[in-house]
């Protein structure tokens, strides 16, 4: 029970410094984390490793600042690991900083996980170790238990939201690459239609040229040879109005598509996609890779939205 309040304690005291950090650089009050409480898992997480890694050397300030480095930087590349893989969007992306590993760590970051290492061990965990451990027994495990309970339904809750991301996210860019694949068959058909109609006008004038050499020589020709240029004529006609007819068809196909598509956009309406957005103001560096296109148009409809 007493390494589950060590766990809340620094959930909690990581949230405050995020909080703080992310609220200073953006100049307005964002509640930082992947669930709704004042804890963040990571830095739990994080801190638990670390004093387990280096319950061995705590006197050793070298080995704290490796231990705890090396523990901490791989929990954190499991973590941004598994959370892409699992929601398709990074909640954190070292990728703009030197020496990083696929944007999940990084040396500058490693080296601060070192860092706050020892600053852990040596100066915060021993007045958190010192009322924890003044805590009786069962007071700590109905603290405990309480708090576990509330963790549990916040990432319940929490988990839903990531879901709704990536199903919105999903949609979005399924949305997007439909309608460009729309553009460019509207391109198609309208480089076709274009063509037709220069095609038509040729033909009307080879038509007119065409009565008027018939005209002509009306007395001269015989009856089948004006019957055989009039059906030729009519032919040519009603083969013109058939292409047009498929044209105007397969536009009308591609219109209907649009207005399917631009239906879908009103996703942002939904509960799902507002339980989405309350995700991504608590992240506001949130990245993706497979839907980058869909997301940036979410984020900026949501600072429309403000």
Request: aromatic share 10%; hydrophobic share 45%.
């Amino acid at each position: 029970m007493q390494w589950v309040l060590f766990f809340f304690c620094y959930c909690l005291i990581g949230w405050i410094w995020e909080c703080f950090y992310v609220s200073v650089r953006k100049r307005e009050w964002v509640n930082r984390g992947f669930l709704h409480g004042p804890v963040l898992p990571i830095y739990g997480s994080g801190a638990l490793i670390v004093l387990l890694c280096t319950i061995s050397v705590r006197d050793q300030i070298g080995l704290i600042f490796l231990f705890g480095m090396v523990g901490a930087t791989l929990l954190e590349y499991v973590t941004g690991a598994c959370m892409e893989r699992l929601f398709r969007v990074r909640y954190w992306d070292y990728s703009h900083l030197p020496l990083n590993v696929h944007g999940y760590i990084c040396l500058p970051v490693s080296l601060g996980w070192g860092a706050f290492s020892v600053f852990l061990v040596q100066g915060i965990h021993v007045p958190v170790e010192t009322l924890v451990l003044g805590i009786p027994d069962r007071m700590a495990e109905i603290v405990a238990v309480v708090c576990s309970s509330v963790f549990a339904v916040d990432f319940t809750l929490s988990f839903g939201e990531a879901m709704d991301l990536r199903d919105l996210l999903a949609r979005l860019t399924d949305s997007n690459e439909k309608i460009h694949r729309l553009q460019k068959r509207l391109e198609v058909v309208s480089a076709f239609a274009e063509e037709g109609v220069l095609q038509y006008q040729a033909r009307r004038e080879a038509r007119r040229l065409s009565r008027k050499e018939f005209l002509e020589g009306i007395m001269e020709r015989q009856r089948e040879n004006r019957r055989i240029m009039l059906v030729e004529l009519m032919e040519k006609v009603n083969e013109y109005m058939e292409a047009g007819q498929e044209k105007r068809e397969e536009l009308q196909k591609v219109k209907a598509q649009i207005e399917q598509e631009w239906k879908n956009i009103g996703a942002l309406t939904n509960r799902s996609a507002r339980r989405s957005a309350r995700l991504l103001h608590r992240n506001p560096n949130t990245v993706s890779k497979k839907y980058a296109e869909a997301l940036k148009q979410v984020q900026e409809m949501l600072k429309k939205k403000k």
